[in-house]
Structure formats: structure tokens, C-alpha cells
């Protein structure tokens, strides 16, 4: 049984974990017959939105740990815990928080810092050869991981394609319920819900996603 990290960045897609893409990620890896552990940085939020109004909620503040347990009923470890000696293969659901948490890349864009922690695991599994699958805005974190014209796709925003060669990708445009596989890298991404306009279709994205890379040696 091929055993998955996960690395969550909060709870809620403005601000945390785009939870569709979380929930939709862990059932895809049970459908394939393997076991996951959720990580999440033990850090607090860039800012907390209100899902409601979608405006910053002043003087509120949250954690990137405590928030991403939501999503798994408690069943989190702290990302510096992560051995990666230990899975097989890692997936990243997208969500703001990737950008916000993980990174900085929804505020700074190519000039973004990237949180030590998450740097350091992600890099481990490329280092080790690995198979990672990022979803959504997570390739963002991927091309930084990556780099060397790393081929990824976040859908087809040209924005946030620039953004993305910025940081040392190769940016492909991709339809919502398809991949793009680096196979050199062993890397799998997918457009999730930058161009998701509901449920089904973040479905066959997401579940595509892990299918794909699950089956990677």
C-alpha cells in the first residue's frame, strides 16, 4: 500500500485549504487503495477572511495547524514531523492558503518567500525522486521546488503563467479535468478550481490528479 503525505495550509479557500479540493484529494488516495497522514505548519495565517463577505477579518488571528484539523477530524501532524523517508508520494491541494501560508506568492508573486518548513519537505521529495501532485494555485510552491523549466499548469490565467516562469517553471495551459505531467521530474498538477466551476468538476480534476500520479513508479 503506497502510503501519501498531505500538506494542508488552513481551512477555507480564501484564507486556508481549498476544502473541496482536500476532501475530494483524501477520498481520491482511499479509491486508489493507499493511506495518507495530513501535515499542516504549525504557524499562523497570513490574515483570516470572513467566507461570508470575503473581507479580511480584523484583529482576528488563526493557525495554519489548528484550522487545517478541521479538515481531517483531528488526525494532523505538525510538517516539521514530516519523514518523507517514510511515504511514497506527496499532494498538495490548492487553496489561497498555499499562496498566503505556505508561501507569499498572492502577495509578492515571482519575489515570494516560501515557509522553511514546507520548502524543506517538498524539496525532499523532489530531491528523492518521488512522485508529488499539486493542485489548484499549489504549483505556484512547485516551481519554486522544482525549477529547470519544470513543466506545471495552473489552467490558462496568463498572469499567474508569467508568475509562475518567474520562478523557474514551464508553464502549460490545461483544461479543468485534465493534467500535466512532468514525468522527469515525476511531477502531476492540475487546474482544480482556478477554472473549477463546481463540485463535479473539481472532482474529475482532483480524483485525475491522484489517479495519475499514484500510478507513477
Same mark, same amino acid.
Given at each position: 500500500m503506497k502510503q501519501v503525505a498531505v500538506i494542508l495550509s488552513g481551512s477555507g479557500v480564501y484564507d486556508g485549504a481549498e476544502l473541496q479540493e482536500a476532501v475530494l484529494s483524501l477520498l481520491a488516495i482511499e479509491s486508489e487503495g493507499a493511506s495518507y497522514q495530513c501535515f499542516a505548519p504549525d504557524v499562523d495565517q497570513l490574515h483570516v477572511i470572513n467566507h461570508l !463577505? =470575503?473581507? &479580511?477579518?480584523? =484583529?482576528?488571528?488563526?493557525? &495554519?495547524?489548528?484550522?487545517?484539523?478541521? %479538515?481531517?477530524? =483531528?488526525? %494532523?501532524?505538525?510538517?516539521?514531523?514530516?519523514d518523507v523517508s517514510l511515504f511514497d508520494t506527496l499532494i498538495l491541494p490548492g487553496g489561497f492558503g498555499v499562496a498566503k501560508n505556505l508561501c507569499t506568492f498572492a502577495v509578492d =508573486? *515571482?519575489?515570494?518567500?516560501?515557509?522553511?518548513? &514546507?520548502? !524543506?519537505?517538498?524539496?525532499?521529495? *523532489?530531491k528523492a525522486k518521488k512522485p508529488a501532485a499539486y493542485a489548484c494555485i499549489a504549483p505556484a510552491l512547485a516551481a519554486k521546488v522544482y525549477g529547470n523549466g519544470v513543466k506545471l499548469t495552473i489552467g490558462n490565467d496568463e498572469a499567474t503563467a508569467q508568475g509562475l516562469n518567474a520562478l523557474g517553471a514551464t508553464h502549460i495551459d490545461c483544461e479543468v479535468d485534465d493534467v500535466v505531467v512532468d514525468n522527469e521530474m515525476k511531477l502531476v498538477t492540475t487546474p482544480a478550481y482556478m477554472l473549477a466551476e463546481n463540485v463535479s468538476q473539481a472532482y474529475r480534476s482532483i480524483t485525475k490528479m491522484v489517479k495519475t500520479v499514484l500510478s507513477m513508479k
Open positions: !463577505t =470575503g473581507e &479580511v477579518a480584523e =484583529g482576528e488571528t488563526r493557525n &495554519v495547524l489548528v484550522e487545517s484539523a478541521r %479538515i481531517t477530524r =483531528g488526525d %494532523i501532524k505538525p510538517l516539521s514531523e514530516c =508573486g *515571482a519575489e515570494c518567500s516560501f515557509n522553511e518548513d &514546507v520548502l !524543506t519537505v517538498c524539496q525532499a521529495f *523532489a
